[in-house]
């Protein structure tokens, strides 16, 4: 199957400081990818939909100007949380779609953020 | 609006089988999938369906009817690592996934 990578796996860091996060798909392009936001004992949330070369769309409530998105590249988007807050402490998952599939969406690892 | 229903916990004993449904309203459709999610992981892909009927791969199954706006998924011969929250999710018309909250399974010896 199709291989989605995010980087890092895990960060901690203090709050005001921003922190980026990476996804990656390793063996096919992604024309679109999906960052989510998931806390503890709760579903995905479905954050903002990055399109390659275009700007993201936002979900309802999800600030753009906190977190920003690019999708420079096929196989590459960008999530940065910007002075983040203890708030913003979850567990970061991207994904992408294949578009030879079924719409299938692969997921990346998953980021885990705490902001102290 | 637009609602996924799944069961917020189910309950099932090792080597039984267990049913999970999932019911949804949704603004068009394009497919119904099921992910595994095992505890501060990411979700796996289990099944997709999006015409009526059952599909199986192995101990899971998905079930779909379009006019009933309802799935299930079915997992036989339970074993303990199938211990998991188990996702259901509709691709929309304008191929946005919908998630449900999501089944936690609580598989027992």
């Known amino acids: 199957g199709a291989v989605v990578s995010q980087h890092p796996s895990r960060v901690i860091c203090k709050s005001g400081t921003s922190v980026k996060i990476e996804c990656r798909s390793l063996?096919?392009?992604?024309?679109?990818m999906f960052w989510y936001r998931q806390f503890p004992k709760q579903s995905l949330m479905l954050m903002a939909t990055?399109?390659?070369?275009?700007?993201?769309?936002?979900e309802q409530g999800v600030e753009k100007d906190k977190f920003l998105i690019n999708h420079a590249s096929l196989t590459l988007s960008t999530l940065t949380v910007t002075s983040a807050h203890p708030e913003d402490s979850s567990f970061y998952i991207c994904?992408?779609?294949?578009?030879?599939?079924?719409?299938?969406?692969?997921f990346g690892p998953g980021t885990r953020l705490t902001v102290l | 609006g637009q609602n996924i229903d799944q069961p917020t916990e189910m309950t099932a004993t090792e080597g039984a089988i267990v049913q999970i449904n999932c019911t949804y309203q949704?603004?068009?459709?394009?497919?119904l999938f099921w992910y595994q999610q095992h505890a501060g992981e990411a979700p796996t892909f289990l099944s997709y369906?999006?015409l009526d009927g059952l599909e199986e791969k192995g101990r899971f199954s998905s079930f779909l009817s379009r006019s009933k706006g309802y799935s299930y998924l079915l997992l036989k011969e339970l074993q303990m690592k199938d211990s998991a929250s188990y996702l259901c999710?509709?691709?929309?018309?304008?191929?946005?996934?919908?998630w449900g909250a999501g089944t936690k399974l609580i598989i027992k010896p």
């Open positions: 994904s992408a779609i294949r578009r030879d599939g079924y719409n299938e969406q692969f």
């Open positions: 063996d096919f392009q992604a024309t679109t």
């Open positions: 990055s399109n390659e070369g275009s700007k993201a769309t936002y």
């Open positions: 949704t603004s068009g459709f394009n497919g």
């Open positions: 369906n999006v």
């Open positions: 999710a509709v691709m929309d018309s304008n191929y946005q996934l919908i």
